[in-house]
């Protein structure tokens, strides 16, 4: 086998193109995959063939392909790092989620801060205050909404699902935690109050 010359090595002829030769050579591996003698010799053979249309192409007599690539070329190129995808919120909760200043955060907090000190403080018996609060925090809440966007019907319905699901998840959170509670008067509608402020105020500051 060390008489044959390279292209007889790999079994192609020296007219072969460059596909078929890496095709022979690539056959040749798979099929002797175990025994390293053999691919050393069809390396050797592959790199010989390349080196000779290499001088081939130099001396003009061949043109070739730019991809294939010489052995005095094979260094590896780093892997391209491929763009990871931005993690995105879905479009429509980018067009709800607001980024507030300082300012869109604390001036509604201070209103509902008041507003919650009232339903606190004030007697349990007092039900109207309560009610006139709630009122109070409907259109404080409402108004700041207004204002980011001029959606007014948008700024309406995000401020009652919020004043139901505040009313009823400070109910249910106050009928099983108050009772385990001894040291405070609260009521139940005083706290319910309170939750349906703090969360008036987590949407009117951050939704939009």
Avoid: C
Avoid at 56 to 71: A, H, L, T
Avoid at 85 to 99: G, K, T, V
Avoid at 177 to 193: A, M
């Amino acid at each position: 086998m060390s008489d044959q010359n390279p292209y007889e090595k790999l079994g192609v002829s020296e007219e072969a193109s460059f596909d078929e030769i890496q095709d022979a050579r690539n056959r040749l591996f798979e099929q002797h995959s175990g025994d390293a003698k053999h691919l050393e010799v069809i390396e050797a053979a592959y790199d010989a063939i390349l080196m000779d249309r290499l001088r081939m192409r130099q001396e003009g007599k061949i043109k070739v392909p730019e991809r294939i690539r010489f052995p005095e070329l094979r260094v590896q190129s780093p892997p391209k790092e491929s763009p990871t995808p931005r993690e995105q919120s879905p479009a429509w909760l980018q067009r709800m989620l607001d980024q507030p200043t300082p300012a869109d955060i604390l001036l509604p907090g201070a209103w509902f801060l008041g507003l919650s000190s009232i339903s606190l403080f004030y007697p349990e018996g007092g039900d109207q205050v309560l009610q006139l609060a709630l009122v109070v925090g409907v259109a404080t809440s409402i108004y700041f909404l207004n204002r980011k966007e001029g959606k007014f019907g948008r700024a309406v319905l995000f401020t009652l699902v919020s004043l139901i699901i505040g009313l009823i998840a400070g109910g249910l959170v106050a009928s099983w935690l108050l009772p385990q509670i001894s040291f405070t008067s609260l009521g139940t509608n005083q706290f319910s109050t309170v939750v349906t402020f703090i969360l008036l105020w987590l949407v009117s500051s951050f939704l939009r």
